[in-house]
């Protein structure tokens, strides 16, 4: 699926900040950022629906999303800690019906050292 | 809220054969699921999406059978191919319907 696309595709940090970015060309107007750590299912962080953002509450203050139009969503990290050593993938649905199916992104595979 | 609890976590079955996942969820009122397939370092694609109102639901390959008495979601690989080699999730639409909860997940391995 290359209608969704995520950069960069790896990341290798300290304790630094940096920000995740994901595109769509489906003309889709909800969009989301899922975490899946390693052998474990994604998990939702924050969903941008008709851009009103809906957060998962056990997502730390850190993590801050940001959707600069429908088709563009960001996702700024402070101070990255372990933990946050995932697969973050990028998502995004046409809103108005709860059957409508999720298309994924490849996901950016953050490291912290 | 909705909670999803799949089985097996992983599952080896020889090129033909047969595998089945089974997904169990807590809502009553769920009415659409999904399965989806992550294979190594790629993103989830969907294999099917299944509404409450059709019990039996047929892909290539694969069946999908939904119980709601047992509030039971179950994939059925038919006839099983090294393509198959996958992670398998079940998702359940909750989020008021905008999003998916995810179950944990079963490795498929097919040899050949």
């Known amino acids: 699926n290359t209608k969704i696309t995520q950069s960069p595709r790896y990341l290798i940090l300290g304790r630094a900040n940096k920000s995740l970015e994901c595109e769509q060309h489906l003309g889709h107007n909800a969009m989301y950022w899922y975490k899946q750590s390693a052998e474990k299912p994604p998990e939702l962080m924050f969903l941008?629906?008709?851009?009103?953002?809906?957060r998962n509450e056990t997502v730390p203050s850190r993590f801050i999303p940001e959707c600069p139009d429908s088709s563009k969503l960001l996702l700024h990290i402070s101070a990255v800690d372990p933990e946050d050593s995932a697969v973050y993938f990028c998502?995004?649905?046409?809103?108005?019906?709860?059957?409508?199916?999720?298309?994924f992104g490849h996901g950016t595979k953050l490291s912290v050292l | 809220g909705e909670q999803v609890e799949q089985r097996p976590p992983h599952l080896s079955v020889r090129e033909g054969d047969s595998a089945v996942i089974i997904c169990t969820y807590t809502?009553?009122?769920?009415?659409?699921f999904f399965w989806y397939k992550q294979e190594p370092g790629a993103g989830l694609q969907l294999l099917m999406k299944v509404f409450s109102s059709t019990e039996i639901n047929e892909g290539q390959g694969f069946t999908v059978l939904l119980n709601k008495k047992d509030k039971q979601l179950s994939l059925n690989l038919t006839a099983a191919h090294p393509g198959d080699s996958a992670v398998y999730f079940c998702?359940?639409?909750?989020?008021?319907?905008?999003?998916?909860?995810f179950g944990t997940g079963t490795t498929v391995s097919v040899s050949p």
């Open positions: 809502d009553p009122n769920s009415y659409y």
């Open positions: 941008y629906n008709l851009k009103q953002l809906i």
């Open positions: 998502a995004s649905r046409k809103t108005g019906q709860a059957n409508e199916r999720l298309f």
């Open positions: 998702a359940v639409s909750e989020w008021g319907g905008r999003a998916l909860i």
